[in-house]
């Protein structure tokens, strides 16, 4: 997958304008300060000059590791830190049999973009069986359901959000009418007390919570699997309302962080990954796609409106 190569590799050496995504909080990959063809040759009197997005030298600067042979890794990298990498290499091309020595020039550029793992909430839908729509004990059931599936995934500091139910009528081949409940529910990895799993790691807390709803998925749905079994095995009379054989269903949700989005045309190389908001756009909640606007001029834009206040004190 070449999203795993642009992440991962040890070293990247500069093609054209190389495009790489560096997660929040990690370390680049090491940036080679010239191509591929060129470091198998002998090079004479090499020298660096490495030119952040700022447009300035940084040489020196404490997040920037610059070897002695040019190569840099940005660390802790953060959404601040996007934008274009830019290295002039020179050296010197001696000519021995005429005695003269001519300095060369290569610039190479890298993009480097911070990205984050979206956030996982999973969408899920049941069915169970009722003797009748409108009836106060669909209800009752509900409400009973509800309480069930949240003990079910406490433990998690995972919560049930916008559950609802409707009851339709249902005309099947070879069984005539019934009544059925559809229920729909999502579950996220935000519960009350979410944070403190998070304050047990340093970094990518997103990776904490995004384990704790999988897990929680996998909860919910080896209990409605049981939910078949216990009918077929355990009981001798069928309860008026009861599960539906096969009938749970789930979509994974992604959202990111404000400031950050998706975008398979612009980062097709991460495609899945939620992206710093470029230059020009802003991102104030957890939706996926970033929004246009003139006044954001940082990578991670997380409002319009203070950019443009920013701005305005920076004129000044």
């Known amino acids: 997958m070449a999203r795993d190569w642009v992440l991962f590799s040890a070293v990247l050496w500069a093609l054209t304008r190389v495009k790489i995504y560096v997660k929040v909080h990690h370390n680049s990959p090491f940036l080679a300060c010239m191509d591929l063809e060129l470091s198998q040759t002998e090079i004479i009197d090499p020298s660096y000059l490495w030119i952040g997005p700022d447009g300035r030298n940084i040489k020196g600067q404490s997040k920037m590791n610059i070897t002695e042979t040019g190569k840099l890794m940005v660390k802790n990298f953060q959404e601040s830190l996007s934008g274009s990498y830019t290295c002039t290499l020179s050296y010197q091309n001696i000519k021995t049999e005429m005695q003269t020595e001519e300095e060369i020039l290569n610039t190479y550029e890298f993009m480097l973009f911070a990205y984050r793992e979206p956030d996982y909430t999973y969408q899920i839908s049941v069915r169970f069986t009722t003797q009748h729509c409108k009836v106060a004990v669909n209800g009752q059931f509900f409400e009973m359901l509800k309480k069930i599936l949240n003990n079910l995934i406490s433990d998690l500091s995972c919560q049930v959000i916008d559950p609802s139910y409707k009851c339709h009528v249902i005309e099947a081949p070879s069984l005539g009418l019934k009544n059925e409940l559809f229920v729909t529910f999502e ?13 047990q790691v340093s970094v990518d807390c997103e990776d904490v919570t995004n384990g704790k709803i999988q897990q929680a998925k996998d909860h919910l749905e080896e209990f409605f699997r049981k939910q078949s079994y216990v009918l077929k095995h355990e009981f001798h009379h069928v309860p008026a309302i009861h599960y539906v054989d096969h009938s749970f269903q789930v979509t994974r949700i992604d959202s990111c962080r404000p400031g950050f989005g998706k975008n398979d045309i612009t980062h097709s190389d991460c ?32 409002s319009c409106q203070t950019e443009k206040i920013n701005h305005k004190i920076k004129d000044k």
């Open 187 to 199: 579950v996220n990895p935000f519960a009350p007390g979410w944070e403190v799993a998070c304050d």
């Open 271 to 302: 495609a899945s990954c939620c992206v710093a908001c470029d230059p020009g756009t802003y991102s104030p909640n957890t939706d996926v796609t970033c929004r246009t606007c003139s006044s954001a001029q940082i990578y991670g834009s997380k």
